[in-house]
């Protein structure tokens, strides 16, 4: 029977007559958020070893403007028969890897240090949704950094796979870098957000936190400094989103304007090398300034500080040169979470290395 569901679904989702929603645009029949659009198989080349049943699917939410859209990302199930009351699911928070379509993890399939994390997690019994979020892999615009946006999106798409499979209306957040803000984020909206639904806690690598003071570190701002290979993407969407203060050509060179433009459809690893032997004064046109209105604009994406009812645990890499550990340290003290180091971890090979001690807090949580 649920062979059959998944096959009519893959085929058409909206009932005859009704508006048909473009992933990623306005939504043209506000259907609820949640709502699944559409879903199909996740192609074999895509899929998590082990998997039970696997699909790419489109589903409702709430755009960064705060109006209804379209995102896409995949859940898998773990084979055999759901327990009593459906699988309990891991709503996964991906790191950052580009805002282009060809970005998007249901299009790429997770990078090789998550993919250890998310085999883990299905082997351990759990569903695993994994949301590209806005912008990625639909027509939309990415906002890039909204945790707002990030946090509807970890929520929305448990809803939606409800419709596919026996999943409970229990969930973790867990996430990690960007992902982990995005985590962080769903800790402190969902139970407001989605009061249908039950968080049972968060796990959260190395989150993308404290911005004001990740600006401030030495050479940031520093014109003979090196760039971070995000900057380009950061231009891209504080444009989008804060158009009353940042504008392109005020932070961009000619050379650092190519690099915006290349941003909008490369992975990193593509404008990463773009940038290699760069330094902020080729790409900025006054360091200083862009780093100030970066600041100001990320104010407003730091993690809420709010009452704790479910728990909260950090892992942060000894070696992380990215997210430095005394700042994961900060967040772990203002929100009384549980902070594990992992020694020797560095920014990229965090999600394999603790992908067995999240697991079991994974299980913790869940109880």
């Not at 645009?25 to 659009?37: E, Y």
């Not at 049943?53 to 898998?76: F, H, I």
Request: with cysteine.
């Amino acid at each position: 029977m649920r062979a059959f569901l998944s096959a009519v679904i893959a085929v058409a989702i909206l009932v005859p007559g009704s508006a048909v929603l473009v992933p990623g645009s306005a939504v043209a029949a506000d259907r609820g958020n949640g709502s699944l659009v559409s879903a199909g198989p996740l192609p074999a080349a895509l899929r998590l070893a082990g998997a039970g049943d696997a699909w790419r699917l489109s589903y409702q939410t709430v755009s960064w403007t705060g109006r209804p859209t379209v995102v896409t990302g995949t859940l898998t199930v773990p084979p055999g028969r759901p327990p009593a009351g459906g699988w309990r699911v891991v709503s996964f928070g991906h790191g950052a890897n580009g805002v282009g379509d060809a970005c998007a993890e249901s299009n790429s399939g997770p990078p090789p240090a998550e993919r250890v994390l998310l085999e883990g997690l299905l082997a351990a019994g759990y569903a695993v949704a994994v949301t590209d979020f806005e912008g990625i892999g639909t027509p939309a615009d990415s906002p890039f950094i909204d945790g707002r946006s990030e946090a509807r999106d970890m929520v929305d798409i448990v809803r939606a796979g409800r419709a596919l499979a026996p999943l409970s209306r229990s969930f973790a957040s867990v996430g990690y870098s960007l992902g982990g803000h995005a985590a962080l984020f769903t800790a402190a909206l969902a139970a407001r957000y989605a009061p249908d639904l039950h968080l049972a806690g968060t796990v959260a690598l190395a989150p993308l936190t404290q911005f004001g003071l990740l600006l401030s570190e030495p050479g940031v701002s520093d014109p003979a400094g090196i760039p971070t290979p995000w900057l380009p993407y950061e231009g891209n969407a504080f444009a989008l989103t804060r158009p009353d203060l940042v504008r392109l050509t005020d932070w961009f060179t000619p050379l650092g304007l190519q690099l915006a433009d290349l941003a909008r459809t490369a992975c990193i690893t593509q404008v990463a090398t773009a940038m290699a032997g760069l330094t902020n004064a080729d790409l900025l046109r006054d360091p200083a300034m862009a780093v100030a209105q970066a600041k100001e604009v990320l104010a407003a994406q730091e993690i809420p500080v709010y009452p704790r009812h479910r728990p909260v645990v950090l892992f942060q890499g000894t070696a992380d040169t990215a997210v430095p550990p005394p700042l994961t340290a900060i967040t772990a003290e203002q929100l009384g979470a549980t902070l594990i180091s992992v020694p020797g971890a560095d920014h990229i090979t965090l999600p394999a290395v603790a992908a067995g001690q999240v697991v079991t807090r994974v299980r913790q949580l869940f109880g």
